[in-house]
């Protein structure tokens, strides 16, 4: 399918809509090509996150896309407290989202704001599902499989609060007995 782009558009700003110039005119790049753009290896783009069904309804649903990819892209800390690879999901502990890590994360987003970032993390935090542990580099955090009432990887209590998983605003919502139990 072609598309006709407005005289006004100019090329780099159809370019960064997600278009790319044919002889016929523009192209929507699919999204394997829109992957691929972002400089991801292969395997960076088959990778998956281990989250509970727990993990999904305790999180914020505008905030569960970008756990999910961050997840998918960070380290993964084994219970011994390495980050070796794992052979059995019963040996990781949680994954752990660096900085670089988190460059990555908002550029297959689509080139998402750092002070959005903030906004995420603030948000997982508050339902158990990420904490900054201190003895992590700054700017670090490290995120759960399931909600947590101490941080697996620094064991320092969390205080949660509980958010409905239907939630779509950042307003904290009193969570369904069914799910937060």
């Known amino acids: 399918m072609s598309y006709k782009v407005m005289e006004a558009a100019s090329d780099a700003e159809v370019r960064e809509l997600g278009f790319e110039p044919t002889p016929r005119g523009w192209r929507r790049l699919g999204v394997a090509e829109e992957l691929e753009a972002t ?16 993990g999904w309804a305790a999180l914020p649903a505008r905030r569960a896309r970008t756990f999910a990819v961050a997840a998918s892209l960070g380290k993964i800390k084994r219970k011994d407290g390495s980050f070796n690879r794992i052979s059995n999901a019963r040996d990781a502990l949680c994954v752990v989202v660096r900085p670089e890590h988190r460059d990555r994360v908002l550029k297959v987003l689509g080139g998402r704001q750092a002070r959005q970032w903030q906004r995420d993390v603030a948000a997982w935090v508050a339902v158990g599902m990420a904490h900054r542990c201190p003895d992590q580099p700054r700017g670090s955090v490290s995120l759960f499989f399931e909600p947590q009432e101490e941080c697996p990887a620094c064991h320092a209590s969390l205080k949660r609060h509980e958010v409905s998983p239907l939630a779509t605003r950042d307003v904290a919502e009193p969570c369904p007995r069914e799910f937060c139990t």
């Open 39 to 54: 400089g991801l290896t292969p395997g960076e783009r088959r990778r998956w996150a281990m989250i509970s069904v727990r």
